[in-house]
């Protein structure tokens, strides 16, 4: 199996995951808290997602290679990918929305639930309140997302049998 398959699974596992937490987990439990675990199931479905593309590419020498970091592999996804197969620039916004409420998640002095939301204060006073429905609009759009990339890179998958 290329490496640009093993990642599209993951991104797939990722986003099922992340259902799943959403549609049966979160009403069993009612803790706004895992919204969080939500939120980076998500942000790692994106980031498999663009690394399948990225391999992808990579086998097919339309790029060239890349370091593994999530700035260098955002970056010629952004250059290359996105004009190259005609992908909505939206996704990168919208990756890098999700991956901002990680890091200030990590970063935040004080968070806590109000009702059926999680809240995240940041230093300058600033909060970032994630519900449910927050939760349920990412999902929807990563899974549109991971189907795209996966019709991508599935169109050659032939050559890469071993049988």
Do not use: W
């Amino acid at each position: 199996m290329e490496k640009f398959q093993e990642v599209r699974d993951k991104a797939k596992r990722n986003i099922q995951i992340a259902d799943h937490m959403l549609s049966v987990t979160y009403p069993l439990i009612k803790d706004p808290k895992l919204l969080l675990a939500i939120i980076e199931n998500i942000f790692l479905a994106y980031t498999n997602s663009v690394a399948a593309i990225l391999h992808y590419d990579l086998i097919f020498k339309r790029i060239p290679p890349f370091q593994d970091t999530f700035e260098s592999k955002i970056n010629i996804f952004k250059e290359k990918c996105v004009p190259r197969y005609s992908l909505d620039r939206n996704c990168i916004l919208e990756i890098q929305d999700i991956k901002d409420i990680i890091v200030q998640h990590k970063k935040s002095p004080v968070e806590f639930k109000r009702g059926n939301k999680f809240i995240i204060c940041y230093d300058n006073y600033k909060i970032k309140a994630i519900s449910e429905l927050d939760i349920k609009k990412y999902i929807n759009k990563a899974k549109v997302f991971i189907d795209i990339i996966d019709n991508i890179v599935s169109q050659d998958e032939g050559l890469f049998r071993s049988d």
